[in-house]
């Protein structure tokens, strides 16, 4: 399965890339999560559990056990809030 990733406001500048294509490992949300968390370094200190992040998948936010379709696109983000 693939997944285009989008990342946004800090993790986008901590990570230090808008977007990139994934062959994933698995098939929810918390399976991709603990793909990038295996990438060692910052991926691992941003989706540390207990840190703060949403995952929206297709634009709607999902819970980490969400089932991930083929070619999703995977949108990782701090929460915001705004007015």
């Known amino acids: 399965m693939k997944a ?3 990342y946004f406001a800090r993790l986008r500048e901590r990570f230090g890339m ?3 294509h994934l062959e ?3 098939t929810t ?3 991709l999560v ?3 968390r295996a990438r060692g370094g910052i991926w691992a200190e941003e989706l540390a559990a207990g840190r703060t992040f949403r995952v929206a998948v297709n634009q709607d936010i999902v819970t980490l056990d969400a089932v991930l379709p083929d070619n999703a696109e995977v949108a990782i983000f701090p929460p915001v809030t705004g007015g």
Do not use: V
Request: net charge negative; no cysteine.
């Open 4 to 6: 285009h990733m989008l």
């Open 18 to 20: 808008a977007d990139e």
């Open 24 to 26: 994933l490992a698995g």
């Open 29 to 31: 949300a918390a399976d």
């Open 34 to 36: 603990e793909q990038l």
